[in-house]
């Protein structure tokens, strides 16, 4: 197969490949979408839903979550107030490389602290960095509780508990704001998808 | 143009995007091709020229090194034991990320310690960390010396530089092994590029 590509008439220029060219390959742009919000506010369930809509357009979206992050790059942290703000920053720089690599990155953790997002925020060029407030009330969170841990914070079994003993601080200019309490998952993945679609990051 | 997707008879399913779905829309497979060498081996030129190979081709690569790593994500790490292992350790993270993203991502750290390298491997699948061992030897890359590093190292001005007065421990069984001495950047390259190629990481 290599054989195709065996043209004599390629030459191969200094220095690396731009992110230009990347984006035009993929057709779309790099970008992060930084969700935020309080535990069972509905991020993952939106990432996957959107991740699913930007398959479907023939987009490469990759998501950054606990699951992969917590359990890998960040194993070697723990949750006080410094290893927190240190595993959004590192969360940021990851995010800015698939961003840079031109891939729609998707993160979806908690992410409570204002000045932690906004130093994200601030180590990526405008337009960038997408904050998408996953909006939903302590009550609300507190009835789903999908995973029973507010109901463990309460009984002080998990100290430190975003919206019972930690606070969250909500984005005040995010990009988008979306409120799961008025809208279903899917309704909030095509808002954000159509944010991009509309501010041409689908297209390079 | 949002609307040539809002179809009403898509469902979307539970769950996340697979890794195959994302490696069936690149059309490729994601793996790490991880570079170990001696400063001045040739591992960032090498490293440019296959990405730009890859481009040709329309596969979708991105290269990790010092220049995007240690300004960003390894900002807070220095040149310790520990920190260069945690280093190593980062970068092995973020390149399994990008090859469970589907990319092609491609590594240019000079990564002397077997242990910190073998590390990566094993936390990998098999198959998805290709070690290129670009070798030269330390008398010719002291010769090329591009970046006058060697001089400064000799005359005492960088401590704990490899080659000189810290060691460079060699793969024992790289998957690649490539000597600059008596290839050029673009036959390494290519060589590179074929090695993905006859072992499938280039369809999905």
Redesign the interface.
């Known amino acids: 197969?290599?054989t195709q590509?065996k043209a004599t008439n390629?030459t191969?220029?200094?220095?690396?490949?731009s992110r230009a060219?990347?984006e035009q390959?993929?057709g779309q742009k790099g970008v992060t979408v930084w969700m935020t919000g309080l535990s069972a506010a509905g991020k993952s369930t939106i990432?996957?839903?959107l991740?699913?809509?930007l398959?479907?357009?023939?987009k490469?979206?990759?998501?950054?979550d606990g699951d992969?992050i917590r359990m890998?790059?960040n194993k070697?942290l723990g949750f006080s107030a410094e290893d927190r703000a240190?595993n959004i920053r590192?969360v940021g720089?990851?995010a800015?490389?698939?961003t840079?690599?031109?891939?729609i990155a998707i993160t979806s953790f908690i992410s409570p602290y204002r000045k932690d997002r906004d130093a994200v925020r601030a180590?990526m060029q405008p337009g960038e960095f997408i904050e998408a407030y996953i909006k939903v009330s302590l009550d609300a969170a507190e009835k789903r509780d999908p995973k029973g841990l507010y109901k463990k914070a309460r009984a002080g079994q998990i100290k430190g508990f975003t919206g019972i003993d930690d606070p969250y601080e909500a984005p005040e200019k995010p990009e988008i704001v979306i409120d799961t309490e008025t809208m279903t998952a899917?309704a909030a993945?095509r808002r954000i998808?159509?944010y991009l679609?509309?501010h041409g990051y689908?297209e390079a």
Chains 1, 2 share one sequence.
Do not use: P, T
């Open positions: 197969m290599s590509v390629v191969w220029h200094e220095g690396s490949v060219e990347r390959l993929l990432a996957c839903i991740e699913q809509m398959l479907h357009r023939r490469h979206a990759y998501r950054l992969n890998g790059l070697n240190e590192r720089e990851v800015k490389l698939f840079d690599a031109g891939v180590n899917e993945a998808l159509d679609d509309q689908l």
